[in-house]
């Protein structure tokens, strides 16, 4: 695998020029460019094609959550990561809802940010425990079941999505096929009432199905 190719987002030349010189540091990572702006971000990211989009959600002249929907409607290849300022940002849920991979802090140590990168390239979710438990309020809704009740195969399997785990390597693991996991997966949104990998992983701490440990 070549180097993971990168687009930074963010309205401040100084988180960019922050963020290239520190991928520019580490062997394996090229960044490919920078926008301002969620309406630059979309162009760049469309015509540049990396691996993984940083994307800031709060800029002047077009909002990350705009920019993470559009480019999943352009069927983009990269995968958003979103870096904000804010751990308790109310667009955390929708950015997560139009697509974006994972949600991490600005402040993140920089080994956490390295691994997270790596990991969105790779199709996995990056949602920290941390970050996590600020989407908990947002996720519950009458809708769901009270007890999240799911298999047992189902709860390993999202526990291993918990711990970043792929579709692939989550099949190996279990003996399973990669179809049969994606079904798992189905039912696990169905009754958690939720859309996606990060919102399920959320959901499985808000109900207890994965420990705090």
Do not use: C, Q, W
């Not at 922050?18 to 991928?23: A, H, N, P, Q, Y």
């Not at 996720?139 to 009270?146: E, F, N, Q």
């Not at 999505?161 to 696990?188: D, M």
């Amino acid at each position: 695998m070549g180097d993971i190719t990168l687009l930074l987002v963010d309205d401040h030349p100084v988180v960019r020029d922050g963020l290239r010189g520190m991928f520019g540091a580490v062997a394996g990572f090229e960044v490919l460019g920078e926008a301002a702006s969620g309406a630059e971000a979309v162009e760049s990211a469309l015509r540049l094609d990396p691996d993984v989009v940083l994307m800031d959600l709060r800029m002047p002249g077009g909002g990350g959550v705009e920019a993470i929907a559009e480019l999943a409607r352009r069927g983009a290849r990269a995968r958003v990561l979103v870096l904000t300022t804010y751990d308790t940002d109310s667009d955390t849920l929708p950015a997560i809802e139009a697509g974006a991979t994972g949600y991490l802090l600005k402040d993140a140590p920089r080994e956490e940010l390295l691994a997270a990168v790596r990991a969105a390239a790779e199709g996995r979710s990056v949602l920290s425990p941390a970050v996590a438990s600020r989407l908990l309020g947002a996720l519950r809704a009458p809708a769901r079941p009270a007890d999240g009740t799911l298999s047992e195969r189902e709860r390993e399997v999202l526990a291993l999505v918990a711990r970043g785990t792929s579709n692939r390597a989550v099949a190996a693991r279990l003996f399973i096929s990669e179809a049969t996991v994606k079904t798992h997966l189905t039912h696990i949104y169905r009754k958690l009432d939720v859309r996606d990998r990060a919102a399920a992983v959320a959901a499985g701490y808000d109900l207890g199905i994965l420990g705090g440990d």
